[in-house]
């Protein structure tokens, strides 16, 4: 299926149970074209799983889900092994090996569950036991947090939240969509999302984002613009090279669902805060935030 018309038909289908939030369609679907994971963050109640969940429904792929709570085990998320009646080792799978792994409230897991899923969001891979075993094909996590000052949370190390491909930050919906979100869910039982592509396609989608131009001018902004929030008077931890990495891969899979054979520094730009936000620690005297830093650090950044 031609990548294009395949992102428009997910996007429909979304947007049946949606109100509001195409930016974030979009922006779930490019990280699930460029094969990696996303982070959606935002106060509860503001359709984050619910999005997340009905796209999953869009594609005839197999769905796991995951709640955070204070007490859950890696066990209960990549499985475990036991011995059976016969005294064989039996391999339990947990949720983990699905195609989309839907990680809700990640920030109220302890540090010793978030830190092991290290190995399956980087490796695409789970050790159970003396097993390594590979991870589905094509595997997604799209994981949720609340904001820190939600009771219950805790800080996610920088070495997990670097795993994630983008961090995007799901506000509340305009007045307009609040009414289209009453309407929406007044006759919610009559809605039926359809299954509108495979994970046929989006392993075929993933492949063809290799085949997307990157050219030279482009390739220099991107370098420029990490290396600039290593400098920034308000950083304290800028960039690391793997954010290079995600705005070549993001702004190929942008350039593939919109029809388009080569990149763009305005690709670049789009997609700044959701490749940058998680992965800058700014000073806690700064004032502006992270969002604002980059904001100022695109703004002022030439791309010549």
Not at 8 to 13: D, G, L, N, P, R
């Given at each position: 299926?031609d990548?294009?018309?395949?992102y ?6 979304v ?25 959606l ?11 997340t ?5 869009t ?24 011995l ?13 090996f699905n ?21 399956a ?9 003396n ?16 904001p820190l ?9 920088k ?15 305009s007045?307009e ?36 131009e ?23 931890m ?7 990495i995600s ?42 935030g992270v969002?604002?830093?980059?904001n100022g ?8």
């Open positions: 299926m990548p294009k018309e395949a428009e038909k997910v996007f429909q289908e947007k049946k149970h949606i109100a509001g939030n195409e930016e974030t369609i979009k922006l779930i679907f490019v990280a699930l074209t460029a094969n990696g994971h996303i982070l963050e935002g106060v509860p109640g503001i359709a984050k799983t619910t999005m969940k009905t796209m999953a429904e594609i005839d792929a197999s769905f796991g889900r995951v709640q955070g709570m204070p007490d859950i085990e890696i066990s209960d998320i990549i499985g475990y092994a036991y059976d009646e016969s005294h064989n080792v039996v391999l339990k799978k947990g949720p983990i195609n989309m792994l839907l990680i809700d409230e990640l920030n109220r897991m302890p540090p010793k569950t978030t830190t092991a899923l290290l190995e969001l980087e490796e695409r891979q789970v050790t159970i036991g097993s390594t075993l590979p991870l589905t094909k094509p595997f997604i996590a799209l994981a949720t947090q609340n000052n939600i009771e219950g949370t805790t800080q996610l190390p070495v997990l939240t670097d795993r994630f491909l983008m961090r995007v930050e799901v506000t509340y919906p007045m969509e609040e009414e289209e979100m009453l309407r929406i869910k007044e006759k919610e039982e009559q809605i039926i999302v359809n299954k509108v592509i495979g994970k046929e396609d989006i392993l075929e989608m993933q492949s063809l984002v290799n085949s997307i990157m050219p030279d001018e482009v390739e220099n902004y991107i370098t420029k613009l990490v290396e600039a929030t290593r400098k920034d008077i308000h950083v304290v800028g960039a690391s090279p793997r954010a290079e705005f070549m891969k993001c702004s190929k899979a942008k350039a593939l669902i919109e029809g388009r054979k080569s990149i763009t520094i305005d690709d670049v730009k789009y997609l700044a805060k959701a490749v940058l936000s998680h992965r800058v620690v700014a000073r806690a005297t700064g004032g502006i969002g604002g830093i980059i650090i695109v703004a002022t950044l030439p791309s010549g």
